[in-house]
Structure formats: structure tokens, C-alpha cells
């Protein structure tokens, strides 16, 4: 059985696709299809969809996630009823909606949006992949090589969403065949992503948003790519790269089009702040270790909880551990105690990275300030047993 799993799956990766199947765009309301392939990937979804409310990685904060599902309904207007949003703790960028509606926002993909424009060009350009029934024009393009996929498992459908269950990004684990072969056919055309941000861009210009906010995002991408030395993605994690190209594409749209919107800026940070914390530690946990560095650069600059931005800088320079960066988390952390949320961690840290830097009395000072400030802190014992090792 795994042999011929393998074969499938590597028939299928190296599959040519002919020319471009073409497909109606989906009508609002559209109920269960009737077609015995698109009827394959609404099963497919299904059970997708099914792991993913399990997964237990749904972010528990109602509030949140009916915010996120307002700006959802906001930009896909009639179909609405039929897109069901899933905001998950995951520290990538991604977001993704299947052919039945199931759409997944990822904690990396909010984390580095600025504002609701930018969070609504992202879901647009899912919508308009949903609208246009990309996945089965994909599908029936590829008609031959898929009808071997139908013959495995579903379960890795859409780049793994659904299925997160272990590890800093929680995809679960599956033969290598068929996550070859999901990723190949879950991918997107050239063609069909240039569809995407333009129909996209229509959704979200006319829902109200500022059409320059929607190439800012790209922007941000490609400066942590360049900055990380980060190779593009492969399809199968990460379904809708950055390139210099869309980057362009975007800017001439928002340049032609006229209009004026809003960010909704406001709005976005009330939903989003009281989650930034959590989430700047799972990237760090994640080892992206220059990617928060370079995001957390452009927070600082933007202003909201300083104390809490610094803080986390301090630990990526604890973390990188490079020539210099003893000092420069030092300077971090003490810019954040300038500032009402800095966490009550970042004496304890500071007082870690002066110890490392042969600075003990002012480790004692910092520790014993983190002490007083966190008297029931769970550590409470190991930081007095620092202190006694101190001169």
C-alpha cells in the first residue's frame, strides 16, 4: 500500500497541467454540488474543516474571532452565509478557504497585518479563490493525475490546514507522498493569483477600505523575506508568497482607482492587542527569531504598548545570542520599563542577560525588583537561588 501511495503521489508532482479548465464562478447560495469531482473536495473540506475545530489550535477569544468573520462578511458581502471563518493559533502567514466555505486566519497572518484594510485585501483575495472555484478549475486541470488523488486520503488538503496537532506549527504528521501531492494541486496558477488580487481587490475597495493598504501588507512580506534571507515559500505552507511582481500590480490598482477608505486601524488593535504578547512568543518559540525582529522594528515605530514591543525586543537579542547582543537586549528591556506594560517578566530577563554580561550588582538590583514586583511569581524560588550565587 505506502509503495503505491508513493507512485501516486510523485505521478502527480510531476504532472504537466494542460490548458486551463474553465469553470462558472459559484453563485451565492449554492447549495452541496451535484458533480462527482467538486463533490470530492467539499468531502475533502469536510473532514478538513472537521480536524480543524478539534485541533484544539482555535484561538478561545469569541470576540476576536467574530471580528474577524465581520470583516469576512464585509468583503464577500451575499456569500457570507455560506463562509465560515476559523482564526488559528498557528505562527506563520497564511490564510486559506476551501471549496465549502471553511476559511482559516492564522495568529502569524494577524500579527502582521497594521490594520482592518489590510486584514480585509487578505481575506478578499481567499474570497475571490472561493468565488471563482479555483481549487476544482485547478482540479479539472489537472483531471488525469487528481483521479489518482481521490484514491488517497483528503486529510492534507489545502496546505495541511486542519489538521495542526503537533509542534511550533502544528501540522500533523502524514507520508511525504501525499503531502507532495496535495501541495501540487492545492497551489495556484500564475494566472489565477493575479485573478485573485484583482476580484480581491475590487471586494475590499468596495466594502469601504483604503485601496493603498492593500499592497502595504505584500510590502511588509517581501522586507522580511529580503531582510531574513527567507526563500519563497513552497505552496503547499505558505499558498500565496510574496513577489515584487503582485507587489506592483497592487499599487497600480490602488493608483487607478480613485477612491478614498478607511484603515480601520481602531477597531483592528481593540480585537488584536490584548493577543500580540502570545503571539510574539510563539514565533519566538518558533525560532523566527529574525522575522520578529524585523516586525517588531516596524510595531515600535507604529507606537501601541512600547513596553510590551520592547520587551520582546530584549528577547530577540537574548535569543540570537550575536556579537553585540547582550548589550543591545540590556538597552531593549530598559526601554521597556519606561513604559506601564512592560511585562513583569523583563526584570527577571534583564537581570539574567547583566548577570551573563558580568554586571551582578545590577543583575541583584533587577532581580530583586522582579521579585517585588511578582511575589507569587512560580520562578520565585530559582531567582532567589540566583541570588545567592551573586556576589
Same mark, same amino acid.
Given at each position: 500500500?505506502?509503495?503505491?501511495?508513493?507512485?501516486?503521489?510523485?505521478?502527480?508532482?510531476?504532472?504537466?497541467?494542460?490548458?486551463?479548465?474553465?469553470?462558472?464562478?459559484?453563485?451565492?447560495?449554492?447549495?452541496?454540488?451535484?458533480?462527482?469531482?467538486?463533490?470530492?473536495?467539499?468531502?475533502?473540506?469536510?473532514?478538513?474543516?472537521?480536524?480543524?475545530?478539534?485541533?484544539?489550535?482555535?484561538?478561545?477569544?469569541?470576540?476576536?474571532?467574530?471580528?474577524?468573520?465581520?470583516?469576512?462578511?464585509?468583503?464577500?458581502?451575499?456569500?457570507?452565509?455560506?463562509?465560515?471563518?476559523?482564526?488559528?493559533?498557528?505562527?506563520?502567514?497564511?490564510?486559506?478557504?476551501?471549496?465549502?466555505?471553511?476559511?482559516?486566519?492564522?495568529?502569524?497572518?494577524?500579527?502582521?497585518?497594521?490594520?482592518?484594510?489590510?486584514?480585509?485585501?487578505?481575506?478578499?483575495?481567499?474570497?475571490?479563490?472561493?468565488?471563482?472555484?479555483?481549487?476544482?478549475?485547478?482540479?479539472?486541470?489537472?483531471?488525469?493525475?487528481?483521479?489518482?488523488?481521490?484514491?488517497?486520503?483528503?486529510?492534507?488538503?489545502?496546505?495541511?490546514?486542519?489538521?495542526?496537532?503537533?509542534?511550533?506549527?502544528?501540522?500533523?504528521?502524514?507520508?511525504?507522498?501525499?503531502?507532495?501531492?496535495?501541495?501540487?494541486?492545492?497551489?495556484?496558477?500564475?494566472?489565477?493569483?493575479?485573478?485573485?488580487?484583482?476580484?480581491?481587490?475590487?471586494?475590499?475597495?468596495?466594502?469601504?477600505?483604503?485601496?493603498?493598504?492593500?499592497?502595504?501588507?505584500?510590502?511588509?512580506?517581501?522586507?522580511?523575506?529580503?531582510?531574513?534571507?527567507?526563500?519563497?515559500?513552497?505552496?503547499?505552507?505558505?499558498?500565496?508568497?510574496?513577489?515584487?511582481?503582485?507587489?506592483?500590480?497592487?499599487?497600480?490598482?490602488?493608483?487607478?482607482?480613485?477612491?478614498?477608505?478607511?484603515?480601520?486601524?481602531?477597531?483592528?488593535?481593540?480585537?488584536?492587542?490584548?493577543?500580540?504578547?502570545?503571539?510574539?512568543?510563539?514565533?519566538?518559540?518558533?525560532?523566527?527569531?529574525?522575522?520578529?525582529?524585523?516586525?517588531?522594528?516596524?510595531?515600535?515605530?507604529?507606537?501601541?504598548?512600547?513596553?510590551?514591543?520592547?520587551?520582546?525586543?530584549?528577547?530577540?537579542?537574548? #535569543?540570537?545570542?550575536?556579537?553585540?547582543?547582550? =548589550? %543591545?537586549?540590556?538597552? $531593549?528591556? &530598559?526601554?521597556? /520599563?519606561? +513604559?506601564?506594560? @512592560?511585562?513583569?517578566?523583563?526584570?527577571?530577563? #534583564?537581570?539574567?542577560?547583566?548577570?551573563?554580561? =558580568? %554586571?551582578?550588582?545590577? $543583575?541583584? &538590583?533587577?532581580? /530583586?525588583? +522582579?521579585?517585588? @514586583?511578582?511575589?507569587?511569581?512560580?520562578?520565585?524560588?530559582?531567582?532567589?537561588?540566583?541570588?545567592?550565587?551573586?556576589?
Amino acid at each position: 500500500m505506502k509503495s503505491r501511495r508513493c507512485s501516486a503521489a510523485l505521478i502527480l508532482a510531476a504532472a504537466l497541467a494542460g490548458c486551463a479548465a474553465q469553470v462558472p464562478k459559484l453563485e451565492p447560495g449554492k447549495g452541496p454540488p451535484t458533480e462527482l469531482s467538486e463533490q470530492g473536495l467539499w468531502l475533502a473540506s469536510r473532514m478538513a474543516e472537521q480536524s480543524t475545530a478539534i485541533s484544539g489550535r482555535r484561538i478561545e477569544d469569541p470576540a476576536l474571532e467574530d471580528y474577524v468573520a465581520r470583516v469576512q462578511c464585509r468583503v464577500s458581502t451575499d456569500y457570507c452565509p455560506q463562509i465560515r471563518v476559523y482564526t488559528m493559533q498557528v505562527p506563520d502567514f497564511n490564510a486559506s478557504m476551501a471549496p465549502n466555505g471553511f476559511a482559516q486566519v492564522w495568529t502569524g497572518l494577524l500579527l502582521r497585518v497594521e490594520n482592518e484594510a489590510q486584514l480585509a485585501t487578505v481575506l478578499a483575495h481567499e474570497t475571490a479563490h472561493y468565488i471563482q472555484r479555483h481549487t476544482l478549475e485547478q482540479f479539472k486541470t489537472t483531471r488525469q493525475t487528481a483521479k489518482l488523488l481521490l484514491a488517497t486520503q483528503f486529510g492534507l488538503l489545502f496546505g495541511g490546514v486542519g489538521v495542526i496537532s503537533a509542534g511550533p506549527v502544528g501540522f500533523s504528521t502524514g507520508a511525504i507522498s501525499q503531502l507532495i501531492a496535495m501541495g501540487y494541486l492545492a497551489s495556484y496558477s500564475r494566472e489565477q493569483e493575479a485573478e485573485a488580487d484583482r476580484i480581491g481587490f475590487e471586494l475590499m475597495t468596495q466594502a469601504g477600505y483604503a485601496p493603498r493598504e492593500a499592497a502595504e501588507i505584500w510590502a511588509h512580506l517581501l522586507e522580511e523575506q529580503r531582510e531574513c534571507d527567507l526563500p519563497t515559500p513552497p505552496a503547499l505552507f505558505a499558498s500565496h508568497p510574496p513577489s515584487a511582481e503582485r507587489l506592483q500590480t497592487l499599487r497600480r490598482l490602488a493608483e487607478r482607482s480613485g477612491k478614498s477608505g478607511v484603515t480601520g486601524r481602531a477597531d483592528f488593535l481593540e480585537a488584536t492587542l490584548p493577543h500580540r504578547g502570545k503571539w510574539l512568543r510563539m514565533e519566538l518559540a518558533a525560532r523566527h527569531i529574525c522575522r520578529v525582529r524585523v516586525l517588531l522594528e516596524r510595531l515600535i515605530d507604529q507606537g501601541e504598548n512600547l513596553g510590551e514591543l520592547y520587551y520582546y525586543q530584549g528577547e530577540v537579542y537574548r #535569543l540570537r545570542g550575536e556579537q553585540g547582543d547582550l =548589550e %543591545r537586549a540590556i538597552k $531593549a528591556y &530598559r526601554n521597556a /520599563l519606561d +513604559y506601564p506594560a @512592560a511585562p513583569v517578566e523583563t526584570q527577571r530577563e #534583564l537581570g539574567r542577560v547583566l548577570w551573563r554580561a =558580568e %554586571r551582578p550588582v545590577e $543583575a541583584r &538590583r533587577a532581580f /530583586l525588583r +522582579y521579585l517585588n @514586583a511578582a511575589q507569587s511569581a512560580d520562578d520565585a524560588a530559582m531567582i532567589e537561588a540566583y541570588l545567592e550565587r551573586l556576589p
